[in-house]
């Protein structure tokens, strides 16, 4: 099992930035995901980075404004979050699991709340 615990949600004004947090623990992983689910909406994929080389992949949409990166030290994902869009307000979930397009493992998730 993989536990992940997501941190860095909040509220923001449009236009702000955040970061978001997921530290990982128990068993190996070979890739990290954030996701997105608005209220009435199905689950959406952000982006995804392998956890030992790095790459990186994003949904064509977030790319410009959104950032994935990791700290293998800390064993921590992060999503920084930049240019806010009322259109972010989600809860935002980190996930794991053994390649970048599969995602077994997921934290409870983080509000994220942009105001106009």
């Known amino acids: 099992q993989v536990q992940l615990v997501e941190s860095g949600g909040g509220l923001v004004q449009a236009g702000g930035s955040l970061r978001l947090s997921c530290a990982a623990s128990?068993?190996?992983?070979?890739?990290m995901g954030w996701f997105r689910q608005a209220p009435g909406k199905e689950r959406e994929f952000l982006a995804g980075?392998?956890?030992?080389?790095?790459?990186?992949y994003y949904a064509p949409s977030m790319k410009d404004r959104f950032a994935i990166s990791r700290d293998n030290a800390k064993n921590t994902g992060y999503l920084q979050m930049n240019s806010l869009k009322p259109e972010d307000t989600a809860v935002y979930y980190c996930?794991?699991?053994?390649?970048?397009?599969?995602?077994?493992?997921w934290g409870q998730g983080t509000q994220v709340t942009v105001s106009s």
């Open positions: 996930s794991a699991g053994p390649q970048l397009t599969q995602y077994d493992y």
């Open positions: 128990g068993r190996t992983f070979n890739a």
């Open positions: 980075i392998s956890w030992i080389g790095g790459t990186t």
